[in-house]
């Protein structure tokens, strides 16, 4: 199982950036995959998740109404579009397989299969 992040790059405050994660080794379309990231210093927090049919997805509060994740399953890619960025989204971002049911998606310990993450940072 591989799962391949990337996309990430120095923005100035106010601008976006896609997020690309390409998995392989699973049924993608099967899964529900969430993005995580970890400032330096900080625990590694939920961002948002995106369920197996994409049709149901949760973001933290803190990014809500700023990004949006979305999936294509003929791809087998999971992706975050970032708008808006601020300096405190500064961090490393992570993809993640939620292993077992969707009502644990923001519990990183729920998660067995992560990407290797890619570096994220916002100038001010």
């Known amino acids: 199982v591989q799962l391949q992040a990337s996309g990430g790059g120095l923005v100035q405050a106010g601008g976006s950036l896609r997020l690309s994660c390409a998995v392989s080794?699973?049924?993608?379309?099967?899964?529900?995959m969430s993005w995580f990231r970890q400032a330096p210093g900080m625990e590694r927090e939920f961002v948002s998740g995106?369920?197996?049919?994409?049709?149901?997805?949760s973001y933290a509060d803190s990014v809500k109404g700023r990004f949006t994740i979305s999936r294509d399953n003929a791809k087998n890619t999971v992706y975050l579009q970032m708008s808006s960025l601020k300096a405190e989204d500064t961090a490393v971002y992570y993809c993640a397989r939620l292993r077992g049911g969707w009502f644990n998606y923001a519990r990183k310990d729920k998660y067995d299969y992560w990407g290797q993450g890619t570096q994220v940072t916002v100038s001010s």
């Open positions: 995106i369920n197996w049919s994409g049709y149901t997805t």
């Open positions: 080794g699973l049924t993608f379309s099967n899964e529900a």
